[in-house]
């Protein structure tokens, strides 16, 4: 319940989710560990107050065969002074049976508590992992938008042209940089190395195509 409530203003917070449940958790677990404890105390106390039950009605049990045998010794003073001390000892154990049915439903809402607590535990975990992978992806998401803004703004567009412009640049200085330079000797040769390929490849061409008028129907 605490999470589901406090959820949505954790994230309008811009806190973070997964810290904050953990907390909770946290919190939910301690106080199991405390109501366990009381439980624990509880249980211990009601069987002091059984064995303190049990010991009066054994007192009052006693005490009511001594009076019976006061009464066949013909003693009934001791009778009378025996029947006194049985009520005695019935009364505190009829009160201490009183102390026993309280302490057992204290015992059993303890343990319905821990029941409970458990139960909300688990379900607490569970949902502490699905939020978290919730709060995840939206901060991927988050973060995939704000790059997409920041590629299509007007800044980023003028950074990209002034890298093109550099760019650029840097090419036309490069191709000034043999720009006007006198060819070397070697240079020289190589181009004229050059041509004669291209003019034993063209003589070449124009030696096929003779060929092939002469050798055509039209050509006789």
């Not at 490069?174 to 004229?192: I, S």
């Amino acid at each position: 319940d605490i999470i589901n409530s406090n959820i949505n203003a954790m994230l309008d917070r811009a806190e973070d989710p997964a810290k904050l449940i953990r907390l909770m958790i946290q919190e939910m677990e301690d106080t199991l560990v405390e109501v366990k404890a009381s439980c624990a105390g509880a249980m211990a106390t009601r069987k002091k107050i059984q064995r303190e039950h049990e010991a009066n009605l054994s007192r009052a049990k006693q005490w009511a065969e001594r009076a019976q045998l006061a009464v066949d010794r013909g003693r009934e003073d001791l009778a009378r002074e025996a029947l006194h001390e049985k009520r005695r000892y019935q009364q505190q154990a009829d009160r201490v049976e009183q102390e026993m049915i309280q302490s057992d439903a204290l015992v059993e809402q303890y343990q319905d508590d821990i029941v409970q607590l458990e139960n909300k535990l688990g379900v607490a975990r569970d949902k502490q992992r699905m939020l978290v992978q919730r709060h995840h992806a939206a901060q991927q998401k988050q973060k995939a938008q704000n790059g997409i803004r920041r590629m299509d703004s007007a800044e980023a567009v003028m950074r990209f042209e002034e890298f093109e412009n550099r760019i650029e640049r840097m090419e036309a200085e490069a191709n000034l940089v043999n720009h006007g330079r006198k060819p070397t000797l070697e240079d020289q040769f190589t181009m004229l190395e050059g041509d004669d390929d291209i003019e034993r490849e063209l003589q070449a061409l124009k030696s096929s195509s003779a060929r092939q008028l002469k050798d055509s129907p039209s050509a006789s």
